[in-house]
């Protein structure tokens, strides 16, 4: 049974800071994995996808690394905004099977 | 392009009592998919639809939950009788296909008393 982690819980940075969030899996036999960002009281909203085949996807100040042999992957924020403050969940996909997400780790940005 | 759909965004009901979701997908995606996210959780999921058909649902309460999708494109949600535990938020996504990348709608906050 697929099972994601994601650490820590909760981070607090002052802005401007670049940051890490991690994601970790048990079954490397995925699909593609996709982080998501959750404003609290709304849906999520995707931020990045990785096929299985990729090392890492781009956006803007957003990066995503994927290490499906070691069951990991990192979002990587750089130049922080109060603005990026939100819950980050990252979720595994097993092919035609359901996502499965990790807890989330709830990020704030400090002014 | 219009994004998922769903409605009510919040509703309160006493235990015992049934309740039901709707969601309308993104125009042309096949896949649907309802999930239950518990708070301080990631999300859960429920059912996956492809088109009508039920493609999981090993993970819905099927004593209490049902779900349908009847032409294809939205789809309601039930829950009947509810309980305490069933507090929580339901969204819905939808995809193209299978394994693409979801798209999620707002969500629904259910609290039961």
């Known amino acids: 049974k697929q099972e994601v982690t994601q650490i820590p819980a909760a981070l607090s940075v002052p802005e401007g800071e670049n940051l890490v969030l991690n994601c970790s899996f048990t079954?490397?036999?995925?699909?593609?994995l996709q982080w998501f960002r959750q404003d609290p009281g709304k849906g999520l909203t995707s931020l990045l996808l990785?096929?299985?085949?990729?090392r890492e996807q781009t956006s803007g100040r957003l990066n995503a690394s994927l290490d499906k042999s070691s069951g990991r992957s990192t979002l990587y924020i750089a130049a922080s905004q109060p603005g990026d403050s939100a819950t980050y969940l990252c979720?595994?996909?097993?092919?035609?099977?359901?996502?499965?997400f990790g807890q989330g780790t709830r990020l704030t940005i400090n002014p | 392009e219009a994004g998922v759909a769903q409605s009510p965004r919040y509703k309160i009901i006493e235990k015992r009592q049934s309740v039901a979701f709707w969601c309308n997908p993104i125009?042309?995606?096949?896949?649907l998919y309802w999930y239950q996210q518990i708070l301080g959780q990631g999300p859960k999921l429920l059912i996956q639809?492809?088109?009508?058909?039920?493609?999981?649902d090993s993970q819905l309460p099927k004593d209490r939950f049902s779900a349908e999708r009847l032409k294809g494109v939205d789809s309601t949600l039930k829950i009947q009788p509810a309980k305490l535990e069933d507090s929580a938020v339901y969204l819905c996504?939808?995809?193209?296909?299978?394994?693409?990348?979801?798209?999620f709608g707002p969500g629904t906050r259910l609290t039961v008393t």
């Open positions: 996504a939808s995809s193209p296909v299978i394994a693409y990348e979801q798209y």
């Open positions: 979720a595994v996909n097993q092919g035609a099977q359901k996502l499965v």
């Open positions: 990785i096929q299985s085949s990729q």
């Open positions: 079954d490397s036999a995925i699909y593609n």
């Open positions: 639809f492809q088109n009508n058909g039920v493609v999981d």
């Open positions: 125009s042309g995606h096949a896949t």
